[in-house]
């Protein structure tokens, strides 16, 4: 089982594999990696960036970027600083900064955030609350039915 390790695809000299140009890169590398074909259960804390390609079961917890690759299969309650999506996702999702799900990602659950970008060909079936846009909806011009019936 290959827990935490890099993948040697990675090395110089190899071409970069493909899934990699639909994540969003942030600064900083990856700390840790959960390889494609290895599988986790339990609860994970961290900092720094830490991208999953494997099968995740669990809670993770961070103030930091959590990336889920494409193929991962992750069963969780997610609270993160950013939360980046490209595999498959049941559970709830709460992220501080930003989630991002970019094809071909499969969301089951509810997101909170104060910020949501959703690429086309991504399936999300859920809720989702932005939180911090509630001070936005109150500065939110009446429907246009409430303007006109005061007139």
């Known amino acids: 089982m290959a827990l935490f390790s890099a993948d040697k695809k990675d090395m110089p000299g190899q071409p970069a594999r493909a899934q990699e ?16 074909g290895s599988e986790f259960e339990g609860k994970l804390s961290f900092e720094g960036q830490v991208r999953i390609d494997g099968k995740y079961s669990g809670h993770i917890s961070t103030k930091d970027t959590l990336v889920i690759g494409e193929g991962a299969k992750v069963n969780a309650e997610i609270l ?15 992220a501080t900064v930003l989630v991002e799900l970019h094809p071909p990602a499969r ?5 909170e955030t104060p910020a949501l970008s959703i690429d086309k060909g991504v399936i999300f079936e859920g809720t989702c609350k932005m939180e911090g846009s509630a001070n936005g909806a109150a500065k939110a011009p009446p429907p246009l039915s409430a303007a006109t019936a005061s007139r």
């Open 21 to 36: 140009a639909n994540v969003s890169v942030r600064a900083g590398d990856v700390h840790t990696l959960l390889g494609k």
């Open 80 to 94: 993160a600083g950013t939360v980046v999506i490209n595999g498959s996702v049941e559970g709830n999702i709460r």
């Open 107 to 111: 969301v089951k659950g509810s997101i």
